[in-house]
């Protein structure tokens, strides 16, 4: 019974090796060595003595985790580790996975450093090692992140892991605003694994870093020319107020000095305004002599006109007489004549 049952698992473990590898975040860890190693999981359980129990504990596991059921797939795992003959580097090894892919971080971080501790000479330690970097990364200890992935790097600079490591260094770098330092890891990546998947990222955040760049230059000269504006502007406030203190006492003096001015200009016009008044006085005696002379010029035409009148009145008598006279000579004179030539 338990070798038949021994073989469905192996057949079971198998199936799930070939569909569903471990845990691959970012297409990172969904390749054939993987694979391989869960196959020696597979037939290296075939030589193990399980009770039912821890069997069904991890034959459920597995069918969850093949599911994508990550939180039964957790539950199931753990449950069978719970069981002496479970506890091994291949059942850690799903757990952790399942872990990560249901974004159980913290548990996830507790599995690694207990796999560590456990199994100091497996197969897996160098994944181990990546998971606990990008674990710290995900729970945003950026600072751990680094240094867990710098002694990945260090270690295992072969390992089919090592871009993605070199990419989440890069990554923990940028979030903690350290901009030149991950960019100097993402260019490395680009020149160095141009056939990673994790090129297009690291392109990406390399123009990304670039228009930041520019960026923070143009704020750079906007606060440069923001504190040159504010210097000035308190240069000219104080040059302001000191000619706005010397203007006053100038202005007091072009006052006094004004005043003193209009005192004198008030002076010389009541005293043209005098001679005005003395010159209107002259002007209305001269216009009174002026008036009594013309009446008194009147007055001696008038009697002048009357006195030439009355000796015109005298002339023009004596002279009507004297055409009277003619005219009657010279009647006589006609009626002699005509006498005359009718004798």
């Not at 939180?71 to 399942?98: C, H, Q, T, W």
Request: net charge negative; charged share 30%; with cysteine.
């Amino acid at each position: 019974m338990k070798r038949k049952l021994n073989k469905n698992l192996f057949l079971l473990i198998l199936l799930f090796t070939q569909v569903f590898p471990c845990f691959a975040s970012d297409s990172e860890v969904n390749t054939t060595p993987e694979n391989e190693r869960v196959k020696a999981l597979s037939e290296a359980s075939l030589d193990r003595t399980y009770s039912s129990n821890a069997v069904l504990a991890f034959v459920e596991g597995c069918q969850a985790y093949s599911k994508g059921e990550w939180e039964n797939a957790v539950f199931s795992l753990r449950k069978a580790i719970a069981y002496g003959e479970n506890e091994d580097p291949d059942a850690y090894y799903m757990l952790i996975s399942a872990e990560m892919y249901n974004s159980d971080y913290k548990s996830a971080l507790n599995d690694c450093n207990s796999f560590l501790e456990r199994f100091p000479d497996s197969i897996y330690n160098s994944r181990i090692h990546y998971f606990k970097g990008r674990i710290l990364y995900s729970l945003k200890d950026y600072e751990m992140a680094i240094i867990v992935l710098s002694d990945y790097c260090h270690q295992y600079q072969n390992d089919e892991m090592y871009p993605y490591a070199l990419y989440y260094i890069a990554e923990s770098l940028y979030s903690a605003y350290k901009y030149e330092e991950s960019a100097a890891l993402y260019e490395r990546i680009v020149s160095e694994y141009p056939d990673s998947d994790r090129v297009g990222p690291s392109q990406y955040r390399l123009e990304s870093i670039a228009q930041r760049t520019r960026e923070e230059k143009l704020l750079y000269l906007l606060k440069q020319t923001g504190e040159e504006y504010l210097s000035a502007k308190e240069d000219y406030e104080k040059q302001l107020r000191l000619y706005n203190a010397e203007s006053i006492s100038s202005t007091r003096q072009k006052l006094s000095e004004a005043q003193q001015k209009n005192e004198e200009l008030e002076n010389q016009i009541k005293a043209l305004e005098k001679e005005i008044a003395d010159l209107r006085t002259e002007v209305a005696a001269a216009e009174e002599a002026r008036q009594a002379q013309e009446n008194q010029q009147e007055k001696i035409e008038q009697e002048a006109t009357v006195l030439t009148g009355k000796e015109s009145s005298e002339v023009k008598d004596e002279l009507r007489l004297l055409k009277l006279k003619v005219l009657e000579v010279q009647r006589r004179m006609e009626e002699k004549l005509d006498t005359s030539i009718a004798q």
